[in-house]
């Protein structure tokens, strides 16, 4: 179950980032961000799952949080902090309403 609302997270987010950026850049920018968010989505969960492997065994903390969704966990804070990094608006000198 938390596996699967992992990957909706992931859904929503990638809807979310493919709408505004085929809004403020065009559609060509928003397969490319969906392009970019599902091969860092696929190397990421590959490395945090030779990470979880070190660090627990299959069975995991019990049925619903095995170490695969371990994995995912970890897969999903590293790309928290990424993607808001990456995604950050840039703030010009108009938009803080100098004068």
């Known amino acids: 179950m938390i596996t ?13 980032i493919f709408t ?4 403020e850049e065009g ?16 190397v990421g969960w590959t490395i945090s799952g030779l990470i979880a492997k070190l ?3 299959q069975e995991g903390l019990g049925i619903y949080y095995d170490r695969d969704t371990f994995s995912l966990t970890l897969l999903t804070i590293a790309e928290f902090f ?5 995604y950050k608006e ?3 000198a108009t938009d803080k309403g100098t004068q």
């Open 27 to 42: 559609l060509s920018a928003g397969f490319l961000n969906l392009v970019l968010i599902g091969i860092l989505f696929a």
């Open 55 to 57: 660090v627990m065994e």
């Open 4 to 16: 699967a609302f992992i990957f909706f997270l992931h859904l929503i987010f990638m809807l979310v």
């Open 90 to 92: 840039t703030s010009t």
């Open 82 to 86: 990424f993607y808001k990094f990456y």
């Open 20 to 23: 505004k950026k085929w809004q």
